[in-house]
C-alpha cells in the first residue's frame, strides 16, 4: 500500500468557513484560522499541496488579548532606512486598522514559502459584521440545490 498524496486537481473548488471574532482571543482563534487555511483540520491534508479551505472572519474590531498585552504587545516595522523602525502597541494598532492584529497572527502561523502566500490570499477579514462574500456564506451550508436556492433567495429579499 502506498502513501497518499493528495494533488491540486483534487481540490477545484474552496470551501469558505465565515468565522465570527467577538470576544475571541486573537492567538487562539489565528491559530484554528491557520490550521483551515493549510488543510489540516482534513484526512487528506498534504504539506506541499494547497488542500485547505478559505476563511473569512468577521467582527474583527471586537478581538481581544489576554493579560497587560493590551498595552505591552508592540508591533514592529522596518522601512529600511536609519532610524526607520516604528513601534506600535497593540491598542494604537486596534485604533487605526483593528484587522491587522489578527492577519499579522494568521500570517506568522503559516509556511514561509510560496505556498504561504497563496494560503494567506483565501484569507479575508472584515472589522464589522457585514461582508460581500454573500456567495461563499451560502455554498458551504448547503446541503443541496433545493436548499441552496432557498437560501439564496431569503438572502437576497432580506427574510429570516
Do not use: C
Not at 63 to 88: A, D
Not at 101 to 121: C, D, E, F, Q
Amino acid at each position: 500500500m502506498s502513501t497518499f498524496f493528495a494533488n491540486k486537481k483534487d481540490y477545484p473548488n474552496k470551501k469558505w468557513h465565515v468565522i465570527d471574532a467577538k470576544g475571541q482571543v486573537v492567538g487562539r482563534l489565528a491559530s484554528r484560522i491557520s490550521r483551515i487555511l493549510m488543510g489540516k483540520n482534513k484526512t487528506d491534508y498534504t504539506p506541499h499541496v494547497e488542500t485547505g479551505d478559505g476563511v473569512i472572519v468577521i467582527n474583527a474590531a471586537e478581538v481581544i488579548v489576554t493579560g497587560t498585552k493590551n498595552k505591552t504587545k508592540i508591533y514592529k516595522n522596518f522601512s529600511g532606512y536609519p532610524s526607520g523602525q516604528r513601534e506600535r502597541t497593540f491598542e494604537r494598532v486596534m485604533q487605526t486598522d483593528p484587522t491587522h492584529p489578527l492577519k499579522h497572527a494568521v500570517k506568522g502561523m503559516l509556511p514561509k514559502s510560496r505556498l504561504g502566500k497563496r494560503m494567506i490570499t483565501h484569507f479575508l477579514v472584515y472589522a464589522g459584521k457585514e461582508h460581500p462574500h454573500i456567495a461563499q456564506l451560502t455554498a458551504t451550508g448547503a446541503a443541496n440545490k433545493k436548499e441552496s436556492k432557498a437560501r439564496n433567495k431569503k438572502v437576497l429579499t432580506g427574510q429570516k
